[in-house]
């Protein structure tokens, strides 16, 4: 009798895992709620009570899609997006007040997450974890935001009419030799921001405007287009050199478009003042919105995107450097090389933003 008990008690015991383990089935199949800008978050827990974390990004990869449930799958709780422009995600923060549904938000370039920070839509992020995570040069000072992967903003330059020995710094991109020869986006773009607030951040207001002065000196046409536009023009023969960031190279490269696999072949990447100041960076990071109602799992959130697990996928989604020091860099941007990066804390790059669009502005940079 004892012995047949011991036994229904064993079956009630399987029974019960086997209903576990199909509700963990279950969970597994969830996909991450994704909506456009404009559109609601729920708040409401889910039904294991684990909860939920609220996202407003800019990024539009699916891999970051498979991250998100990734970490549903581990931590049971749930990932809602909101996808945008970052500009307007922003403003949208700044509309919604205590009232955002947001409990993070993710934007590419740290000036545009400084101006997050300057209006006050942020607060500290604190956690070991993610602080040992992010070297301290990559994220804000007051750990209002953190970078979770890394671009470097580099020369582009022609195969066929250039050989990379002829090129060395941003500075010499001034010199008379690069007259007429270079391409490069208009100031109004927020890279170009950056770039220009790193040189006064590194070598002061008055060498920074004479390097924009004489860029603009040496450009093959009146800025315009994007970042690709200008490897393009390289490529048509409009000029031999370009600016921009490193990701769009393997953008193009893996494009489905055949013409914008022609012109990433055709163009070589150079990491500029390796001898000197290094290679300008940016990020895209993270912050912690002032009003989060779920602090906790958006604290939980960053550490799994900063971890090891997890920074490969994020940044190769975009063809991203890893900003996890433990974490190596894709088989592409291996191939390219190890290179020296500026020695600033990015926080400057949104500091001196306003600076850098007066200088833009003073010189005639469209
Ligand atoms: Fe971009």
């Known amino acids: 009798m004892k012995k047949r008990s011991t036994l229904i008690l064993l079956n009630i015991m399987l029974i019960i895992s086997l209903l576990a383990l199909a509700g963990c089935a279950g969970t597994e199949k969830e996909a991450p709620a994704v909506k456009e800008e404009g559109a609601a978050l729920k708040e409401e827990a889910k039904s294991d ?6 996202l407003y ?25 909101v996808k945008g422009k970052s500009d307007e995600l922003i403003e949208r923060l700044a509309r919604e007040g205590q009232d955002t549904e947001a409990d993070l938000l993710i934007a590419a370039d740290a000036g545009r997450l400084h101006r997050a920070k300057e209006k006050e839509l942020l607060q500290g992020i604190e956690s070991e974890e993610v602080l040992n995570n992010v070297p301290e040069n990559l994220r804000d000072i007051n750990n209002e935001w953190v970078g979770l ?7 582009v330059y022609s195969k066929d009419r250039v050989d990379p020995s002829e090129l060395s710094t941003y500075e ?21 921001q950056s770039l220009l607030a790193s040189f ?16 603009l000196a040496n450009m093959a046409r009146e ?3 994007n970042d ?22 393997g953008k193009m490269l893996n494009s489905s478009n055949p013409e914008e696999v022609k012109v990433a072949e055709n163009v070589g990447v150079f990491f500029p003042n390796q001898d000197e100041t290094g290679t300008h960076i940016n990020v895209s990071g993270v912050g912690l919105t002032k009003h989060a109602k779920n602090k906790e799992n958006a604290i939980k959130f960053i550490e799994f995107l900063s971890g090891e697990k997890a920074q490969k996928q994020f940044a190769e989604a975009n063809y991203e450097y890893p900003v996890n020091d433990l974490v190596e860099p894709s088989e592409l941007l291996k191939s390219w090389g190890k290179f020296k990066t500026q020695n600033i804390n990015l926080s400057k790059l949104g500091e001196l933003n306003t600076k850098a669009v007066e200088i833009f502005n003073e010189i005639g940079w469209k």
């Open 223 to 225: 800025p315009k287009g």
């Open 49 to 54: 009570g684990k909860g939920v974390v609220n």
């Open 57 to 81: 990004t800019d990024r539009h990869y699916d891999t970051d899609e498979e991250l998100y449930k990734l970490f549903t799958e581990e931590t049971g709780i749930e990932v809602n997006v």
């Open 200 to 215: 006064i951040a590194i070598d002061g207001e008055e060498k920074a405007k004479e390097w924009a002065k004489g860029l």
């Open 172 to 192: 010499d991109l001034t010199s008379d030799k690069w007259k007429g020869k270079i391409l490069v986006r208009s100031s109004s773009n927020i890279y170009n």
């Open 228 to 249: 690709r536009a200008q490897a393009t023009a390289v490529v048509a023969g409009e000029g031999d050199i370009a600016i921009m960031n490193t990701y769009y190279v």
């Open 149 to 155: 992967t890394v671009r470097g903003r580099v020369i």
